[in-house]
């Protein structure tokens, strides 16, 4: 009895001494002897309820530690089970892919030899040099394998620029690594290997995308797509000039079937891009260049004070700083006298503002749209501001910018200079498909009249019959290009008229003679 009430006594003046105390701040000792004692003791924590309750606290506060080290050391187990997985994954996919690279180098008929060349680059003989540091000092082509991070700069600079950048995406690189161990030669290697993931990708998409298009039965073709004919032209391209597709890389291009139009898109527009800067730097195709941006409609500039000058800056400068770069593109002092607003370029742009401003009444599609947009919203009593006046009714998206005519004279937004990028790049498509028409038809021009039609040799023959040969006033020569004139084959040549004349003179001494043998062979051919 006496041993007894001395055990519940210990147990209660613990748990009183803790009394006043953050549960947080007990140390785990005072909590093992709380709860030994307890479990020794009778009657447990004892009668008292203030007691009880306090020394519940205690052993609850034991519990969560117990099961926080408990839970600790679950997920460092885990942790362990998860690092041996990767390793062994990766050791996995290490030896899948040599097998996969060695099969491929089989059908392409290079069996892979003994120093391991062919199986990519782990068994590559390499120096101990990690990367370059100096752009000039880098090889061409080295063969190093591919890093993910690499190749997603690669992809988002490639992105930036464009296709045919080799350079500039090469020091874009050793500027974000400090180091690099691919050449321009590398670098257009996994260009190519890009565009031929993204036309597989085109491929599949439509493949999904056919059986809903065809609907039952139409034998119609698809119409090749702008994309998928800049696509075919750059990879042949590509392949002309000795590109390689990179057989072992790391990372398949994350995101490619839902992203794949539209990288395919931008890449398209970069060329596009890089296309009418060498234009407008090229002092040959300079008025061209004029030509082309005076094509482009100015009853809506980004701004008032825009000019074509500023049209001009935006397009070179996208070349030269890169995609996106507006606010670089700004700061430019090459281009800063193009974007400083001009009183006389905002006065003009107003009047035509107000020349091409839609009058009431107007059928297009924009005021057609407005117009029911507003009649909608008066049917569902959403239109609180009451109706438009009658002056308001079809300016279109002018209408709406009220509320930025201050914003008007600052710089465009970011989709504003996107959208006119984009209208610029188009009339230069157009303009260079023009160009490349007349160019196509000179040729076809040029190549008939080279040839020579049975319409041109009985002209020609016409003429000699009628006025016979002409010869100059002074030696007995003949002058083809009176020849020329009195037949009317002015886009023919001199060479070429009197080659066709003599083939008409041989051409007939042949049928004579066949003639002649014909018609003397009954009479014995005295002659």
């Known amino acids: ?107 392409l008929g290079n069996p892979p030899g003994g120093h391991g060349v062919e199986l990519g680059t782990k068994n ?6 990690v990367g370059w540091s100096v752009q000039e000092e880098i090889p061409e082509e080295t063969g190093k394998e591919w890093r993910k991070y690499e190749q997603d700069k690669c992809r988002k600079v490639l992105l930036t620029f464009g296709a045919g950048e080799w350079n500039r995406i090469q020091g874009c690189l050793l500027e974000e690594h400090k180091q690099l161990v691919h050449g321009v030669n590398d670098i257009r290697n996994l260009t190519y290997t890009f565009l031929v993931a993204l036309r597989e990708n085109q491929e599949k998409q439509q493949e999904a995308k056919a059986p809903k298009k065809e609907g039952g039965g139409g034998g119609r073709q698809p119409v090749q797509s702008k994309e998928d004919a800049f696509l075919a032209g750059k990879i042949a391209e590509f392949e002309s000039e000795g590109a390689k597709r990179i057989l072992d890389l790391t990372n398949e291009w994350p995101k490619i079937d839902k992203l794949g139009l539209s990288w395919l898109r931008k890449l398209r527009l970069l060329d596009l891009i890089r296309d009418a800067a060498l234009m407008g730097r090229d002092e040959e195709r300079r008025q061209e260049f004029d030509d082309a941006m005076a094509t482009i409609s100015e009853s809506s500039p980004p701004v008032d004070w825009w000019s074509i000058a500023a049209d001009k800056a935006l397009l070179l400068g996208v070349y030269k700083h890169g995609y996106g770069s507006f606010d670089k593109i700004r700061e430019d002092p090459e281009y800063a006298s193009a974007f400083t607003p001009d009183e006389r370029n905002i006065e003009e742009n107003l009047r035509k503002k107000e020349q091409f401003r839609h009058k009431p009444g107007c059928n297009c599609v924009s005021c057609a749209h407005t117009r029911n947009k507003k009649r909608k919203a008066e049917a569902e009593g959403g239109n609180a501001g009451g109706p438009p006046g009658e002056g308001e009714e079809g300016n279109g998206a002018e209408n709406g910018d009220g509320a930025e005519d201050d914003a008007r004279v600052g710089w465009p937004s970011v989709d504003t200079l996107t959208k006119r990028l984009k209208r610029m790049v188009e009339v230069f498509a157009r303009q260079l498909r023009k160009m490349e028409n007349k160019s196509a038809q000179k040729t076809h021009n040029d190549r008939r009249s080279s040839e020579w039609t049975k319409k041109d040799r009985f002209t020609l023959a016409q003429c000699g019959m009628r006025w016979g040969l002409v010869h100059d006033e002074g030696p007995a020569q003949p002058d083809w290009a009176a020849m020329r004139d009195l037949s009317g084959l002015t886009k023919k040549s001199e ?33």
Do not use: Y
């Open 495 to 527: 060479e070429q008229i009197e080659a066709c004349f003599l083939g008409l003179v041989e051409e007939a001494e042949h049928i004579l003679q066949n003639a002649k043998r014909k018609g003397g062979g009954g009479e014995g051919g005295g002659e």
């Open 1 to 107: 009895m006496t041993g007894a009430a001395q055990v519940m006594t210990s147990v209660e003046l613990e748990v009183e001494a803790t009394s006043g105390k953050d549960v947080g701040e007990i140390t785990n000792e005072t909590l093992e002897s709380v709860h030994a004692g307890a479990c020794a003791a009778p009657s447990g924590l004892g009668a008292d309820l203030e007691r009880r309750k306090r020394g519940i606290e205690l052993l609850s506060e034991l519990l969560r530690r117990r099961s926080r080290e408990k839970l600790s050391c679950v997920r460092e187990d885990q942790r362990i089970w998860r690092d041996d997985l990767k390793k062994r994954s990766r050791q996995r996919q290490r030896l899948a892919k040599k097998e996969r690279i060695a099969q491929q180098q089989l059908k």
């Open 124 to 129: 590559r003989p390499c120096n101990r040099k």
